[in-house]
């Protein structure tokens, strides 16, 4: 048997005080959403034509409500947002194995959205081996991608760029 190759990214994450927990759902929820993204695409967001009732105190009266130009606005930045969110996620895919990225394509980007254990029957391997691969793939995506969560919402200074 041979050694098992630890990724440097993996070795970093264990002497962080992070918050595993709150750190898998980020990046589940990143994923969930660039998943939906890339499959659906982006739903723009439309004006309201009718106006909500809000009540209107005097004061500044120069403040003009524009409910279209925002609504474009959110849009655009909205997209720009979810293309490059997809954008990061292929680059952080790269720092991934090949096993890894395969469990993480089947686990939360495939439409299909098939169980874990078809997935390692499929692949060949143990239910085991298969949550230890998508753990580290996870703690790799979410340092790549920024998105660890620190105990007590504190940075260690080390982090701090």
Avoid: W
Wanted: net charge positive.
């Amino acid at each position: 048997m041979g050694r098992r190759r630890t990724h440097p990214f993996i070795t970093v994450f264990d002497t962080l005080s992070i918050d595993y927990s709150a750190t898998r759902a980020a990046v589940e929820k990143r994923l969930e959403e660039v998943r939906q993204f890339r499959q659906i695409g982006f739903v723009r967001q439309q004006a309201g034509m009718t106006v909500n009732y809000e009540p209107r105190f005097h004061g500044a009266t120069h403040v003009i409500s524009k409910p279209a130009e925002r609504t474009a606005i959110r849009n655009v930045d909205r997209e720009a947002e979810l293309i490059r969110k997809s954008e990061l996620l292929d680059q952080a895919m790269e720092r991934l194995t090949k096993m890894q990225r395969e469990v993480i394509e089947r686990s939360y980007l495939d439409d299909e959205g098939e169980y874990d254990f078809i997935s390692c029957g499929e692949m060949g391997i143990s239910d085991r081996t298969y949550r230890r691969i998508k753990a580290d793939a996870i703690r790799i995506l979410a340092l790549a991608m920024k998105l660890e969560v620190y105990v007590n919402d504190r940075v260690p200074e080390a982090c701090k760029g």
